[in-house]
Nanobody, 126 residues
């Protein structure tokens, strides 16, 4: 059984930092593009960051570029999202995603074969 479990969310003030972690079990993360998506209240889910292969540069949404850093540790089956200079508009539920590398068309592409975590809330107060 595949599980993605996120941790590290919470409440932070504008300009603060948080580090989200996602631990995968039941799959080998090296075979997957590991991504973070988020969904704010009343809005559609949106892509945040992806790391397809360790040796290939990560890919970020323009809204988080320069502030967020995604990293992965295949040996530990983990992917992290380090977030700095947080803004109120970063408030959302953040979801860890594993997309099969052989099936996705690009770093932001979602497929029906993706696995998702349950999400972790990030709230940035103004």
């Amino acid at each position: 059984q595949v599980q993605l479990v996120e941790s590290g969310g919470g409440l932070v003030q504008t300009g603060g930092s948080l580090r989200l972690s996602c631990t995968a079990s039941g799959l080998t993360t090296i075979m997957y593009a590991m991504r973070w998506f988020r969904q704010a209240p009343g809005k559609e889910r949106e892509f945040v960051a992806a790391i397809v292969q360790t040796e290939i540069n990560p890919y970020y949404a323009d809204s988080v570029k320069g502030r967020f850093t995604i990293s992965r540790d295949n040996a530990k089956n983990m992917v992290d999202l380090e977030m700095h200079s947080l803004k109120p508009e970063d408030t959302a539920v953040y979801y860890c995603n594993a997309g099969p590398r052989t099936l996705i068309k690009g770093p932001t592409d979602e497929t029906k074969y993706d696995f998702w975590g349950q999400g972790t809330q990030v709230t940035v107060s103004s």
